[in-house]
């Protein structure tokens, strides 16, 4: 158990619709990342905010958005889903807000559009 | 920008050593981690080298060449529950977030 939890662990929802993953740091941790993995990309960087502030972007489409609210957890907002979505999101945390090379993944929420 | 290449799948046998590749491109480097996933599981960190040479931990151990763009992860007395993909990764250019390998995936028989 890594301490980083995330909600929820599966989602299944239509196209044209929008969801939000949560997701807790561990505790003391003020980075958190999101990733997505699929089958054919691999673990993809989409974002990462630090102590509330996003610190970077990466792959992340402008459908998606995130935030990190003063309790440190944050959300990952995906609107207009397509089928092309689906995917397992993951998200992960460090301690500082440099591209931590030793993060600590939480279970990851599986999203399926159908 | 990064680029990182890893092979797709390794196969081996219970008790024996095996050693996954990455060589990568990156403006900066920053050093290299490995991580390990279980098949539907989180990635978990493994081990991470900045410098050059060999970091042993346990049964792994990463080495790491930066003059050659190379590093590998080595696993040894291999186990069953050792079959999982392995990840190398790199910081981006900024050093905000981190860049991964494909995977690779090894299969442990017995």
């Known amino acids: 158990d890594s301490g980083v939890t995330q909600t929820p662990k599966h989602l299944i929802t239509a196209t044209g619709q929008r969801v939000t993953l949560r997701c807790s740091p561990r505790?003391?941790?003020?980075?958190v990342y999101w990733y997505q993995q699929s089958l054919d990309q691999g673990l993809q960087f989409l974002i990462q905010?630090?102590?509330?502030?996003?610190?970077a972007k990466g792959n992340i489409l402008e459908r998606f958005s995130a935030q990190q609210f003063p309790d440190l957890h944050s959300e990952l907002n995906l609107s207009s889903l397509e089928l092309g979505d689906s995917a397992l999101y993951f998200c992960?945390?460090?301690?500082?807000?440099?591209?931590?090379?030793?993060?600590?993944f939480g279970p990851g929420t599986r999203l399926t559009v159908t | 920008g990064q680029s990182l290449e890893q092979p797709s799948e390794v196969t081996a046998v219970e008790g024996a050593i095996v050693q996954i590749n990455c060589t990568y491109q990156?403006?900066?480097?920053?050093?290299l981690s490995w991580y390990q996933q279980h098949d539907g599981g989180a990635p978990t960190f493994l081990s991470y080298n900045a410098l050059d040479g060999l970091e042993e931990t346990g049964r792994f151990s990463s080495f790491l060449s930066r003059s050659d763009s190379y590093g590998y992860l080595l696993l040894q007395e291999l186990q069953m529950k050792d079959s999982a993909s392995y990840f190398c990764a790199v910081p981006n250019q900024a050093g905000t977030a981190l860049i991964f390998g494909k995977g690779t995936t090894l299969s442990v028989s017995s």
């Open positions: 905010y630090y102590n509330g502030e996003e610190r």
């Open positions: 992960a945390s460090s301690v500082g807000g440099s591209g931590d090379y030793e993060q600590y």
């Open positions: 505790s003391g941790d003020l980075s």
């Open positions: 990156t403006s900066g480097f920053y050093g």
